[in-house]
């Protein structure tokens, strides 16, 4: 079994739409968890943090079930620039930082 | 600005040939990792390292070496043992310690092609 596993997708929103990715992880220790935007041969970058609470930046909302190990995101108000790769990550720590890659969820929001 | 630097960003192999692609960070952490994706496959990790002078195999670590004399510096080897290299090739930092919500930082990448 995978670490961390994605649905790949692709998701096919309209503009304004309203869509939400989840995250499996496989290792109850796991002590925290990302998301990753990535575009088309390029590299990932930082697009949230998750924390326990749940947390919201603009229109994208991350939450954590530490209960059924998932993780979301979720998308308001899709815009034609969020097409992308949603990776989702998640840091084993211990006693140092490896870090867990899924495959990405691909997004794609049409006019 | 600080940040991970990665070169070149198109490489080319031959058959039988050793390649070093190189990366660089001016952040200051002591962490550097190397992973490898595969198209449509998520990050796979190379090897990575906690400090310099020491270094870990990740889990694909076979046909592969690295390095990692300073701080800022922790080049890749793909080596003529690595029978499927073509792949993009990513290079991240981060401060290293077992800290809550650590973060990685990542390099433009470098994309290695097989003559």
């Known amino acids: 079994r995978k670490e961390v596993e994605q649905d790949p997708g692709p998701f096919n929103v309209p503009e304004g739409a309203t869509v939400a990715f989840n995250c499996t992880y496989s290792n109850s220790a796991s002590q925290s968890f990302f998301w990753y935007r990535q575009d088309c041969r390029k590299e990932p970058k930082l697009l949230m943090s998750?924390?326990?609470s749940g947390n919201e930046d603009g229109r994208f909302t991350a939450q954590l079930n530490r209960a059924s190990q998932y993780i979301s995101l979720l998308i308001r108000d899709s815009k034609l620039s969020d097409s992308a790769t949603y990776l989702c990550?998640?840091?084993?720590?211990?006693?140092?930082?490896?870090?867990?890659f899924g495959s990405g969820t691909k997004l794609n929001v049409k006019p | 600005d600080g940040g991970i630097t990665q070169s070149p960003k198109y490489l080319f192999r031959k058959e039988g040939q050793n390649v070093t692609l190189s990366c660089e960070q001016n952040?200051?952490?002591?962490?550097m990792y190397w992973y490898r994706q595969d198209p449509g496959q998520g990050l796979r990790l190379i090897y990575y390292?906690?400090?310099?002078?020491?270094?870990q195999k990740g889990d694909i670590a076979e046909g592969y070496s690295v390095s990692r004399e300073k701080k800022e510096s922790f080049p890749l080897t793909v080596t003529s043992a690595q029978k499927n290299p073509t792949a993009f090739y990513l290079c991240a930092s981060s401060r290293g310690l077992a800290i809550y919500q650590e973060t990685q930082y990542f390099g433009p990448g470098t994309r290695l092609l097989v003559l």
């Open positions: 952040l200051n952490h002591d962490a």
């Open positions: 998750v924390y326990s």
């Open positions: 390292s906690q400090i310099v002078n020491d270094f």
């Open positions: 990550v998640v840091n084993m720590g211990n006693n140092f930082n490896k870090f867990y």
